[in-house]
């Protein structure tokens, strides 16, 4: 079975720091891009990040960008997101998804269960 399930979200201050885990079961991760998403009460679905399986190119949305950082680890077949400086309105479910491309016609393939990640003091 194709699964993605992400974690590492919980609470922690602001200015504060966490690492969300996308580990893939069923398929590898090598060849598809992996985006991270998020959604807010009130807000609209953004696209956090990307990271391509071609050449590790990566894309971050203005909004996290300088403070978040998106990377792979193809062996553990696990894609990371790590937040640092975390404000507020960072508060939101991250979920995880696979696809082909970051930018371009993009398609998502697998998304995963979603994690809470609040930000809070």
């Known amino acids: 079975q194709v699964q993605l399930v992400e974690s590492g979200g919980g609470l922690v201050q602001p200015g504060g720091s966490l690492r969300l885990s996308c580990a893939a079961s069923g398929f590898t991760l090598d060849y598809y891009a992996i985006s991270w998403f998020r959604q807010a009460p009130g807000k609209e679905r953004e696209r956090v990040s990307c990271?391509?399986?071609?050449?590790?190119?990566?894309y971050y949305a203005d909004s996290v960008k300088g403070r978040f950082t998106i990377s792979r680890d193809n062996a553990k077949n696990t894609a990371y997101l790590q937040m640092d400086s975390l404000k507020p309105e960072d508060t939101a479910i991250y979920y995880c998804a696979s696809g082909n491309l970051c930018s371009g016609y993009r398609q998502y393939y697998s998304w995963g269960q979603g994690t809470q990640v609040t930000v809070s003091s």
């Open positions: 990271i391509n399986a071609s050449d590790g190119s990566t």
